[in-house]
Antibody, heavy 122, light 107 residues
């Protein structure tokens, strides 16, 4: 079955970087785009960006441009999300999700990772 | 970016009640909208996509309607297991944006 398994919780100091991984299985890795979101009590769910595992192309939300990089490793069917210059407001649960195409090219997320809590604190 | 305004932010209803949640987009998005259910400590789960398409395996008491900028999620007969937070999400253009969520509580 389709599975997305994320790396464990992280605690980082302000100014540091964090990398969250999302290891996929149960399907052809290069056939489905992966999106990253985060969730905070204050901002709710925020869309951060996408990566196409086939060619590695990405598209990032303007809010995170210059601070985020999404990459993939096709040999391990894993995608990564690096967020740099962390600040306290980046404390959140980060999710990866698989995008599928449904009826008449409509898209949605059918599988999610379990979430990774990133805490930014001095 | 397209803003999604979701209402109400919370509601309390009894088992068997009909529940309606709405999302309004700041511009027309066709039918590029999904509804997701999230329970505490869990990732969201898709209920509806393309505004009105029921995801496989989702109970038929859930339905979606709307197009353009106004959308509705309806639970026709609320069940105890429907206690959760519900989000809309547009996929019209990047950046995708979520509604702020509606917390549904069972009386």
């Amino acid at each position: 079955q389709v599975q997305l398994v994320q790396s464990g919780a992280e605690v980082k100091k302000p100014g540091a970087s964090v990398t969250v991984s999302c290891r996929t299985s149960g399907y052809t890795f290069t056939s489905y785009w992966i999106h990253w979101m985060r969730q905070t009590p204050g901002e709710g769910l925020e869309w951060m960006g996408i990566i196409n595992p086939s060619g590695g192309s990405t598209d990032y939300a303007q809010k995170f441009q210059g601070r985020v990089t999404m990459t993939r490793d096709t040999s391990t069917s894993t995608v990564y999300m690096e967020l740099r210059s962390l600040r306290s407001e980046d404390t959140a649960v980060y999710y990866c999700a698989r995008r599928v195409v449904g009826f008449s090219t409509s898209v949605y997320f059918d599988s999610w990772g379990q979430g990774t809590l990133v805490t930014v604190s001095s | 970016a397209i803003q999604m305004t979701q209402s109400p932010s919370s509601l309390s209803a009894s088992v068997g009640d009909r529940v309606t949640i709405t999302c309004r987009a700041s511009q027309g998005i066709g039918n590029d909208l999904g509804w997701y259910q999230q329970k505490p400590g869990k990732a969201p789960k898709v209920l509806i996509y393309a505004a009105s398409r029921l995801q496989s395996g989702v109970p038929s008491r859930f339905s979606g309607s709307g197009s353009g900028s106004d959308f509705t999620l309806t639970i026709s007969s609320l069940q105890p297991e429907d206690s959760a937070t519900y989000f809309c999400l547009h996929d019209y253009t990047y950046p995708w944006t979520f509604g702020q969520g509606t917390r549904v509580e069972i009386k």
